[in-house]
């Protein structure tokens, strides 16, 4: 049997807070910064977790049980 190997994009993505659980990155700030205020921007830039419905999807992705 192959080894089961983990999602090579959600490794790069995704990553376990202390408690347990998913931290990401939020999207819309890699370009077109020009119309987005500064406020938005500023909150793009802090990291949020991954939302209850989503993080079994993610585990499997990174084959975490």
Same mark, same amino acid.
Do not use: D, F, I
């Given at each position: 049997m192959p080894k089961m190997k983990t999602n090579s994009?959600? %490794?790069k993505r995704f990553s376990f807070t202390g408690?347990? =659980?998913l931290k990401r990155k939020h999207a819309f %700030?890699?370009?077109i910064l020009t119309k987005k205020e500064t406020?938005? =921007?500023r909150h793009l830039t802090?990291?949020?977790l991954v939302h209850k419905a989503d993080e079994t999807n +993610? =585990?499997?992705m990174?084959? +975490?049980k």
């Open positions: 994009s959600a %490794k408690s347990g =659980k %700030k890699s370009h406020k938005q =921007k802090a990291t949020g +993610v =585990k499997l990174l084959r +975490v």
